[in-house]
């Protein structure tokens, strides 16, 4: 196999402050580089626009382009299209047919956010195209294994992705935004949320995604702190609405996943998370969190008490006033009415499709608390009993947001994979095992997800049972991965 094709160790990124931000993501990068330059799997990188204004014109002038997908991908037959190859053709085409449609969780007022801002954005800066190529050859990868020049060609993008990204982080390389600190700082998230889709095409099973999403916090948290603000560039706020909610998404889960060999290393919650109101702003708002803001409201107080618990049992202590806070919080779970909780507009999905979602995320929270203040959960007949009624009542519904084939349904790995944890009884296996491996065209992140259930279902460890036990499964096959 041609050098190209050895492994680029995955980027390790360390959890950074505002203050040591930049140091440590220098370090990151500076090791992950060094592994590419060994490989010979990058090239230079080069922006077609490097003048600023000229960029921010062709890559924000979005009023103008067709919403249709035959008519963009004509129009966009200029800048960093022209030097495609023969090889690297195919996997533009496989994000724009295939995959930027798997990446949107929802329905938007500016249709799919991947397509009308990622591309023109691609077309303009050479960078953002390494990531899009990388992005569709991970999928084609994924989807044909069997031929390895492919991982070839996602690997080459990746590592001139990641040396890119080093530039633009402690160099003056052309930002496309323009050169602002703000301009700079939303260039560097986009490369960072990008490099975090990345690696759930992919199905990265290290990690990579926790520490690209702990590098990305320093840049969010700026962002989000001037979201009530007049943008430097109007042409850019929604760049930084389409970021802030992919970033949302990926932090809010991340931080109620089974780490796996990450366990150690939450993902921490920042305030801005706790009500998503801010989104409402931007047109493009729902084409990841689409439904049940009410509840995802709900998360960072979740994940606050997950990680005590989790410290609770290092120390080898246990304490009433946690516990009544659990009970209390089960408590507020249940008494959400979801049928209330869902976003209006005309582009938004059907209120129907939006409260299913909400009522099967929010059993696969209360799963998880229960699994989290019950060491000996799979223990306890009477829990299960409960839990095995709660996976009865909430199973119809997880099959009516898959066949109504509404764009919800790819937001189901995450509680998917949690109630399908909790399943003992032959039939709630079944029905799990064939929702997570129905889909032929899912991308790595979906299968990764099926195999660490499959391997849970076949342990034969009675701790194997619930979020806990999915934990200590991938902990012991030497996996970490995101669910989102």
């Known amino acids: 196999m041609p050098q190209e094709a050895e492994e680029v160790r995955e980027c390790i990124w360390p959890v950074s402050t505002e203050d040591t931000a930049s140091k440590d993501t220098h370090d990151a990068l500076s090791n992950q580089t060094a592994t590419s330059e060994s490989t010979g799997s990058f090239q230079h990188h080069t922006t077609l626009l490097s ?11 979005l009023s103008g382009v067709p919403k249709d997908s035959s008519s963009l991908r004509t129009s966009l037959t200029f800048g960093t299209l022209s030097n495609l190859t023969s090889t690297s053709r195919p996997l533009y085409d496989q994000y724009f047919h295939m995959t930027a449609e798997l990446l949107a969780r929802g329905s938007s007022a500016d249709g799919n956010p991947f397509i009308t801002y990622v591309l023109p954005l691609a077309v303009s800066d050479g960078l953002v195209m390494d990531s899009v190529l990388a992005i569709g050859g991970a999928h084609m990868a994924v989807l044909e294994p069997d031929r390895p020049q492919l991982e070839v060609l996602k690997r080459r993008h990746y590592a001139r992705l990641l040396e890119g990204l080093q530039k633009a982080i402690f160099t003056d390389t052309a ?11 939303l260039y560097i998230l986009l490369l960072l949320i990008l490099l975090s889709v990345f690696e759930g095409v992919q199905g990265d099973n290290s990690g990579a995604v926790y520490h690209h999403i702990r590098a990305s916090r320093h840049y969010a948290m700026d962002l989000a702190v ?11 706020e929604h760049i930084r609405g389409f970021l802030l909610e992919i970033y949302a998404m990926f932090a809010l889960k991340l931080s109620v996943t089974p780490r796996g060999l990450q366990e150690d290393n939450p993902v921490m919650l920042d305030p801005f998370l706790g009500s998503l109101e801010f ?13 049940g803001h009410g509840l995802f409201a709900m998360i960072p107080e979740t994940s606050s008490l997950l990680e005590k618990r989790r410290i609770e049992e290092l120390r080898k202590s246990k304490s009433d006033d946690l516990f009544e806070s659990y009970e209390s919080l089960l408590e507020k779970l249940d008494s959400l009415d979801p049928s209330s909780d869902f976003l209006e507009g005309e582009d ?5 499709q939006q409260s299913s979602a909400v009522a099967i995320y929010r059993t696969a929270l209360v799963l998880i608390l229960h699994s989290a203040f019950h060491e000996d959960l799979y223990k306890s007949a009477e829990l299960i009993a409960e839990v095995e009624l709660r996976i009865d009542k909430i199973l119809p519904l997880c099959w009516a947001v898959y066949a109504s084939k509404s764009p919800l349904r790819r ?3 995450w509680p998917g994979s949690i109630l399908a944890s909790c ?3 032959p039939e709630h296996v079944h029905a799990f095992r064939l929702g997570l491996n129905s889909n032929p065209r899912s991308p790595g992140g979906v299968r990764e997800a099926a195999k660490a259930v499959e391997l849970l279902w076949q342990d034969d460890d009675p701790r194997a049972y619930g979020p806990r036990g999915l934990n200590m499964v991938m902990k012991k096959h030497g996996l970490s991965f995101s669910m989102c």
């Open 51 to 61: 003048d600023p204004e000229a960029a921010v014109l062709a890559t924000t002038s």
């Open 175 to 185: 930002c496309p935004f323009g050169q602002s600190d703000e301009d700079k700082k």
């Open 226 to 236: 001037d979201t009530h603000k007049p943008s430097s560039s109007k042409k850019t």
């Open 279 to 291: 989104l409402s702003q931007y047109k493009s708002r729902g084409f990841m969190l689409g439904f």
């Open 348 to 352: 938004a999905c059907a209120h129907y």
């Open 411 to 413: 937001m189901m790995l």
């Open 423 to 425: 399943c003992r009884k």
